[in-house]
Nanobody, 127 residues
Framework: QVHLVESGGGLVQPGGSLRLSCAAS????????MYWVRQAPGKGLEWVST????????YYTDSVKGRFTISRDNAKNMLYLQMNSLKPEDTALYYC????????????????????WGQGTQVTVSS
């Protein structure tokens, strides 16, 4: 069974925008905390953003604050990441992940902590 499917990645020039989507199925999306995590070439996992199950609280890593916006539509079982003012250092494979609780700190970089994990969508920022 498929639980999380990301889409929306692609090649974009520096300063451009992309909107990532994550479609959720076969689990109780509306009570799950949702996360975006990325992995740049040759590097480890980096937590990007978190949203609570209501969508009322959002959190971002410092490098994307003011540029990225996480959101969700519980009626559609969808998670989004609007990425503006993209930089080459944003190049990575972006994953969405779910968990029935909030996690903070280094634990967010451990893919085995999450209940479900998508297959990833590639974002490449280059001129």
């Amino acid at each position: 069974q498929v639980h999380l499917v990301e889409s929306g990645g692609g090649l974009v020039q520096p300063g451009g925008s992309l909107r990532l989507s994550c479609a959720a199925s076969e689990f109780t999306f509306e009570i799950s905390w949702m996360y975006w995590v990325r992995q740049a070439p040759g590097k480890g996992l980096e937590w990007v953003s978190t949203i609570n199950f209501l969508g009322s609280s959002t959190y971002y890593t410092d490098s994307v604050k003011g540029r990225f916006t996480i959101s969700r539509d519980n009626a559609k079982n969808m998670l989004y990441l609007q990425m503006n003012s993209l930089k080459p250092e944003d190049t990575a494979l972006y994953y969405c992940a779910s968990l029935f609780r909030e996690i903070v700190g280094p634990e967010r970089k451990n893919k085995y902590v999450y209940d479900y994990w998508g297959q990833g969508t590639q974002v490449t920022v280059s001129s």
